[in-house]
């Protein structure tokens, strides 16, 4: 499966965005997803998971309550709709794909990954 990110840019603190992971190639369906950040001179780390049917879904604790994932296997899509946005929440979020019905915490479990979309929230 292929992935590609897109939606990210430049916001206010206290905005929002919405991220789009756009799949294509095999049945999307069997994937589950992650959606994980990385910020200039950190290491990456993991945002918020979706497990294929779209019923289990988890978060880090920075962004709970926040951010929403959420995906339309019809489309072959996830989105993460992020809302009160900080600067922290500043980098180059990414999706990544993995066949299983259960999502990851950890990076190293995907398989497959998109290029990044970067988000900057500056005022």
């Known amino acids: 499966v292929q992935l590609q990110a897109s939606g990210g840019g430049l916001v206010q603190p206290g905005g929002s965005l919405r991220l789009s992971c756009a799949a294509s190639g095999r049945r999307f369906s069997q994937y589950a997803v992650g959606w994980f950040r990385q910020a200039p001179g950190k290491e990456r780390e993991f945002v918020a998971g979706i497990g294929r049917r779209g019923d289990i879904t988890g978060y880090a604790d920075s962004v709970e309550l926040r951010f929403t994932i959420s995906r339309v296997n019809s489309e072959s899509t996830v989105y993460l709709q992020m809302n009160d946005l900080k600067p922290e929440d500043t980098a180059v979020y990414y999706c990544?794909?993995?066949?299983?019905?259960?999502?990851?915490?950890?990076?190293?479990?995907?398989?497959?990954w998109g290029q990044g979309t970067q988000v900057t929230v500056s005022s």
């Open positions: 990544s794909g993995k066949s299983s019905m259960w999502y990851s915490r950890n990076g190293r479990e995907y398989d497959y």
